[in-house]
Nanobody
Framework: QVQLVESGGGLVQAGGSLGLSCKAS????????MGWYRQAPGKQRELVAT???????NYADSVKGRFTISRDNAENTVYLQMVSLKAEDTGVYYC???????????????WGQGTRVTVSS
């Protein structure tokens, strides 16, 4: 069994900063990509940023230059540092991981329960 547990999030004023973290735990054999997606009210879930095990990162155009994704492979943890937050960054942020467990020798996608970020303008 695998769990992705997010922490961070909350309420912040526009222009402020916030950090998210997500730790993957359980019967994990190997982790490929980790990252963050978000879902604003009434909208579809969208990619925010991802990072591979080798440290290659990918960002949505809307967050480039403002968000930084990082990862601690030893701790199976991914971080998202957000600065210069805007009202449109408001939403539920979901941690994502593509990983292989000890019992299923194939790559599968796992999601966290989500953490809410609210940016007040």
């Amino acid at each position: 069994q695998v769990q992705l547990v997010e922490s961070g999030g909350g309420l912040v004023q526009a222009g402020g900063s916030l950090g998210l973290s997500c730790k993957a735990s359980g019967t994990i054999s190997s982790i490929n990509t980790m990252g963050w997606y978000r879902q604003a009210p009434g909208k579809q879930r969208e990619l925010v940023a991802t990072i591979t095990s080798s440290g290659s990162s990918n960002y949505a155009d809307s967050v480039k230059g403002r968000f930084t994704i990082s990862r601690d492979n030893a701790e199976n943890t991914v971080y998202l540092q957000m600065v210069s937050l805007k009202a449109e960054d408001t939403g539920v942020y979901y941690c994502y991981s593509n990983l292989m467990t000890l019992y299923e020798l194939r790559w599968l996608d796992y999601w966290g329960q989500g953490t809410r970020v609210t940016v007040s303008s």
